[in-house]
């Protein structure tokens, strides 16, 4: 039986993508995977949100203006696919937006049930206009990022977190994986890192002003920034001011090592 779906679109509205049953594939056990493909066109210094991506999100840059998203679904059944569907909000083809919105719809229908729903994964392959602010949250999956000019946040990642460059970013964290990054400046705001379980590696720019607040667990510090220590120098803890001081920096890693280097 051949199911048709059609979907009426308005400027700033959510699109909540079913599974297209045109692009769906099954196989022999059941399983079956879908393939969403869209592209937006986005305004200089959009805000771009990703949230609830059960597996890899990995973000390619450039110097256009289109957002182009490319994500494989892989389900236990079309059921499980159909109740956590993926949301793109706007949903604009032909017009530009200032901000796009990326998430999976909960599963509230399996929360109230309990029982084997049915599982659901994700491979999420984007390509940014360069020009963006970009937060990522509750994603199951490692995050790879290329450069980003505006601010960049990430919060609640099971999985390692790898950022060529962002402008700025004020807090980042990784329950399961490691944290690299390199920023153009840091902000005001400052800039808060905790990862669990892997090290973290901080780029700042040579003329940075700082205060450093480092704690490690089961690792050690390094750095290679031209920084005055306050107080008792201790395992695995580092207090200290960078240039004349200015926001905080603080960096907390429990299973890992912490870098601070020059870009």
């Given at each position: 039986?051949?199911?048709?779906?059609?979907?009426?679109?308005?400027?700033?509205s959510?699109?909540?993508?079913?599974?297209?049953?045109s692009?769906?594939?099954?196989?022999?056990?059941?399983e079956?995977?879908?393939q969403?493909?869209?592209?937006?066109?986005?305004?200089?210094g959009?805000?771009?949100?990703?949230?609830?991506?059960?597996?890899?999100?990995?973000?390619?840059?450039?110097?256009?203006?289109?957002?182009?998203?490319?994500?494989?679904?892989?389900?236990?059944?079309?059921a499980?696919?159909?109740?956590?569907?993926?949301?793109?909000?706007?949903?604009?083809?032909n017009?530009?937006?200032?901000?796009?919105?990326?998430?999976?719809?909960?599963d509230?229908?399996?929360?109230?049930?309990g029982?084997?729903?049915?599982?659901?994964r994700?491979e999420?392959?984007?390509?940014?206009?360069?020009?963006?602010?970009?937060?990522?949250?509750?994603?199951?999956g490692?995050?790879?990022?290329?450069?980003?000019?505006?601010?960049?946040?990430?919060?609640?990642?099971?999985?390692?977190?790898?950022i060529?460059?962002?402008?700025t970013?004020?807090?980042?964290?990784s329950?399961?994986?490691?944290?690299?990054?390199?920023?153009l400046?840091?902000?005001?705001?400052?800039?808060r890192?905790?990862?669990?379980?892997?090290?973290?590696?901080?780029?700042?720019?040579?003329?940075?002003n700082?205060?450093?607040?480092?704690?490690?667990?089961n690792?050690g510090?390094?750095?290679d920034?031209?920084?005055?220590?306050?107080?008792?120098?201790?395992?695995?803890?580092l207090?200290?001011?960078?240039?004349?001081?200015?926001?905080?920096?603080?960096?907390?890693?429990?299973?890992?090592?912490?870098?601070?280097?020059?870009?």
């Amino acid at each position: 039986m051949r199911i048709s779906i059609v979907f009426f679109l308005l400027l700033g509205s959510a699109l909540a993508l079913a599974p297209d049953y045109s692009r769906t594939k099954a196989t022999d056990s059941g399983e079956v995977t879908n393939q969403i493909n869209k592209t937006i066109t986005l305004t200089p210094g959009a805000n771009v949100k990703i949230q609830g991506i059960n597996g890899l999100v990995s973000i390619e840059t450039w110097d256009g203006d289109r957002a182009e998203i490319n994500i494989t679904v892989r389900a236990s059944d079309i059921a499980a696919m159909e109740r956590r569907p993926i949301i793109i909000e706007p949903a604009t083809e032909n017009s530009r937006a200032d901000s796009l919105t990326i998430r999976v719809e909960d599963d509230r229908e399996g929360r109230r049930q309990g029982g084997d729903r049915g599982w659901v994964r994700h491979e999420a392959r984007l390509k940014l206009p360069k020009n963006v602010n970009l937060k990522v949250s509750s994603v199951n999956g490692k995050v790879d990022v290329g450069a980003i000019m505006g601010e960049v946040g990430v919060d609640s990642v099971n999985g390692a977190v790898v950022i060529a460059q962002a402008g700025t970013a004020t807090q980042l964290s990784s329950i399961n994986g490691g944290i690299s990054v390199s920023l153009l400046r840091l902000g005001e705001g400052g800039l808060r890192v905790h990862s669990i379980n892997g090290g973290v590696k901080i780029g700042l720019p040579s003329e940075t002003n700082a205060e450093i607040d480092v704690h490690s667990v089961n690792g050690g510090v390094n750095s290679d920034l031209p920084i005055t220590v306050v107080g008792e120098m201790k395992h695995g803890q580092l207090r200290g001011r960078v240039g004349d001081g200015g926001p905080p920096i603080s960096i907390s890693s429990v299973n890992g090592g912490v870098t601070l280097q020059r870009n």
